[in-house]
């Protein structure tokens, strides 16, 4: 059953350095999303992506966030200049096209800066 | 703003024993709602939804969900909880724009023998 797949499990970074977490949505899926759980609290959306461009993002993906698909398979997020409350478990999700309203999740990256 | 409340943060049952978890959604019109489970090192595993229709929705792994729009409830139910079934449950709603998942805290199922 294809599933989407992230990398790294668990990124330890210092503050101010940029990391950025890998995804590979399901093959034929053609809208793709960041959410992000810090530790404790609910999960929430970041960012959606389709055709190229972000279709939507939060008031949490601020100037520090970027989205990118680098070619026909991953999907990246990236965080310029990470700070300590950006410690989270980030996950990834895809789906096959609008109307179904299904998301895929993958397993999760944790980010601890420290 | 739409909200998603799930008011159990921890729950146990004894393995064998019925499951009913909790979830009340804040929205103005006809929500889309999911339960999601996530066992330790998984993704988010969708168990069933509801867009519209038939308020009772059956599952996979035998859960089952009630859409009541008078209590703005979606409770998720199990009639005979397995060890297996312990994990983290979270309730979901699509946000207006049918864009983005707005969550609830989640709940976390122990399961004692």
């Known amino acids: 059953e294809p599933e989407v797949t992230q990398t790294p499990s668990h990124q330890v970074t210092q503050m101010g350095q940029e990391v950025i977490l890998r995804c590979v949505p399901i093959?034929?899926?053609?809208?793709f999303y960041w959410y992000r759980q810090i530790l404790g609290q609910k999960v929430e959306f970041l960012v959606s992506?389709?055709?190229?461009?972000?279709?939507?993002k939060s008031e949490i993906f601020d100037d520090q966030f970027s989205v990118e698909r680098p070619d026909g398979s991953n999907f990246t997020l990236k965080i310029r200049s990470t700070k300590l409350e950006d410690s989270a478990m980030y996950f990834c999700?895809?789906?096959?096209?609008?109307?179904?309203?299904?998301?895929?999740f993958g397993p999760g990256t944790r980010l601890t800066v420290t | 703003a739409q909200s998603v409340t799930q008011p159990d943060i921890h729950i146990t049952v004894s393995e064998g024993a019925s499951l009913e978890l909790r979830c009340n959604y804040s929205?103005?019109?006809?929500?889309?709602l999911f339960w999601y489970v996530q066992s330790p090192g998984q993704g988010l595993q969708l168990l069933l939804k509801y867009f519209s229709g038939d308020t009772l929705v059956q599952g996979i792994k035998g859960f089952e969900a009630e859409f009541k729009r008078s209590q703005s409830s979606f409770n998720l139910r199990k009639p005979s909880v397995h060890w297996s079934d312990a994990a983290e449950y979270f309730c979901?709603?699509?946000?207006?724009?049918?864009?983005?998942?707005?969550f609830g805290k989640g709940t976390t199922l122990s399961v004692s023998s």
């Open positions: 979901a709603a699509l946000n207006q724009a049918g864009t983005a998942l707005i």
């Open positions: 999700a895809s789906s096959r096209d609008r109307s179904s309203y299904e998301q895929y």
């Open positions: 093959s034929n899926h053609l809208y």
């Open positions: 992506f389709y055709n190229n461009e972000i279709s939507e």
């Open positions: 929205y103005g019109a006809t929500p889309y």
